[in-house]
Nanobody, 120 residues
Framework: QVQLAESGGGLVQAGGSLRLSCAASGRIFSINVMGWHRQAPGKQRELVADMTSGGSTNYADSVKGRFTISRDIAKKTVYLQMNSLKPEDTAVYYC??????????????WGQGTQVTVSS
């Protein structure tokens, strides 16, 4: 199977920065899409940013210009650099990967989530 290991969350003041990491391991033939979603208390989970295997990126309007998604292909790791953080960025951030494990087995995998708290 596939596991996603997240790290990098924490508490930061408004205007500060954090960097999240998500490393995929296990039975992986290829990674089609890898990225980040978030869920704030009382709200639905929403896309923050993701990146395709070809390197195309997609960002939520609310984070454009502040967050940057990047990857290390060899390490099967995706990063989310978050700058100019705002209190409304407070949420649990989840890594999501769409992974082909071979033999026509393509599935979505979620990480366990990492808390990001931005104080005002």
């Amino acid at each position: 199977q596939v596991q996603l290991a997240e790290s990098g969350g924490g508490l930061v003041q408004a205007g500060g920065s954090l960097r999240l990491s998500c490393a995929a391991s296990g039975r992986i033939f290829s990674i089609n899409v890898m990225g980040w979603h978030r869920q704030a208390p009382g709200k639905q989970r929403e896309l923050v940013a993701d990146m395709t295997s070809g390197g195309s990126t997609n960002y939520a309007d609310s984070v454009k210009g502040r967050f940057t998604i990047s990857r290390d292909i060899a390490k099967k790791t995706v990063y989310l650099q978050m700058n100019s953080l705002k209190p409304e960025d407070t949420a649990v951030y989840y890594c999501l990967a769409n992974i082909d494990s071979g033999w026509r087995s393509v599935n979505n995998y979620w990480g366990q989530g990492t808390q990001v708290t931005v104080s005002s």
